[in-house]
């Protein structure tokens, strides 16, 4: 098995990937997802855009929102924002969230071609090896979304560090890698107190390594990509 790694703001500068393709996103959309998934929502449409956000929420049935802008900050009129601590408290068994954000929602659809291709965050990173060494990956590719010019994305690289360990055979300590997510550049405005949209109980959450025990694949449905 092969591995490599893609930053997804540096695109201009690197080749494409298209056997198994890990878009990594660990604060906070792929620990988002997972939460829902984890309560009981029937799937996930990644949707890059909030328009066509919209556009979908009207078109299938039982729809929950989450959408946030740049930065983190909540879409305005979504039902929720990118935020996995308050996802914990709602009741999503049966919906069909619509998921549009900044980082995450991108890496997938500029690899929705991929012959597998999954969403992955700290939280499902055990599971994730586990899945794609099951599909006998021969070529694996992580999406690093997290790093932007202000940001070092070492909550991403951790996950894909962590995720490779496991896939080499390695038997790595998780503890490790969850810290540097808490101590990345991102994780330390979560820390800090002082971003309203950033609250500390999404680092929390987003920290724990192999909170569930599913991976999160990503298939293409007709015109949409879709996590189930």
Same mark, same amino acid.
């Given at each position: 098995?092969?591995?490599?790694?893609?930053?997804?703001?540096?695109?201009?500068?690197?080749?494409?990937?298209?056997?198994?393709?890990?878009?990594?996103?660990?604060?906070?959309?792929?620990?988002?997802?997972?939460?829902?998934?984890?309560?009981?929502?029937?799937?996930?449409?990644?949707?890059?855009?909030? $328009?066509? #956000?919209? @556009?979908?929420?009207? &078109?299938?049935?039982?729809?929950?929102? *989450?959408?946030? %802008?740049?930065? !983190?900050?909540?879409?305005?009129?979504?039902?929720?924002?990118?935020?996995?601590?308050?996802?914990?408290?709602?009741?999503?068994?049966?919906?069909?969230?619509?998921?549009?954000?900044?980082?995450?929602?991108?890496?997938?659809?500029?690899?929705?071609?991929?012959?597998?291709?999954?969403?992955?965050?700290?939280?499902? $990173?055990? #599971?994730? @090896?586990?899945?794609? &060494?099951?599909?006998?990956?021969?070529? *694996?590719?992580? %999406?690093?979304? !997290?790093?932007?010019?202000?940001?070092?994305?070492?909550?991403?690289?951790?996950?894909?560090?962590?995720?490779?360990?496991?896939?080499?055979?390695?038997?790595?300590?998780?503890?490790?890698?969850?810290?540097?997510?808490?101590?990345?550049?991102?994780?330390?405005?979560?820390?800090?107190?002082?971003?309203?949209?950033?609250?500390? #109980?999404?680092?929390?959450?987003?920290?724990?390594?192999?909170?569930?025990?599913?991976?999160?694949?990503?298939?293409?449905?007709?015109?949409?990509?879709?996590?189930?």
């Amino acid at each position: 098995m092969r591995f490599s790694r893609i930053f997804l703001n540096r695109l201009h500068n690197q080749a494409s990937a298209n056997d198994t393709v890990v878009v990594i996103d660990t604060l906070r959309s792929f620990t988002t997802a997972a939460v829902a998934l984890a309560k009981g929502a029937r799937a996930i449409y990644p949707v890059e855009g909030l $328009a066509m #956000a919209i @556009a979908l929420i009207g &078109r299938i049935p039982d729809p929950v929102s *989450v959408g946030a %802008v740049g930065g !983190g900050d909540p879409a305005p009129g979504f039902d929720f924002g990118n935020s996995p601590s308050r996802l914990m408290q709602a009741d999503l068994a049966g919906k069909n969230v619509v998921m549009s954000t900044a980082a995450g929602v991108r890496g997938l659809q500029r690899f929705r071609q991929a012959r597998q291709l999954y969403a992955a965050s700290l939280v499902c $990173a055990r #599971a994730t @090896a586990e899945a794609i &060494r099951a599909a006998e990956a021969r070529e *694996v590719c992580f %999406v690093i979304t !997290g790093e932007w010019v202000d940001r070092d994305g070492d909550e991403d690289i951790a996950c894909a560090d962590y995720i490779e360990s496991l896939l080499r055979g390695d038997n790595p300590a998780p503890e490790a890698y969850a810290q540097r997510v808490r101590t990345s550049d991102f994780g330390q405005r979560f820390s800090a107190g002082t971003w309203p949209n950033l609250p500390l #109980a999404d680092l929390d959450l987003a920290a724990q390594a192999d909170l569930f025990d599913f991976a999160m694949p990503v298939r293409r449905e007709g015109e949409h990509l879709v996590i189930r």
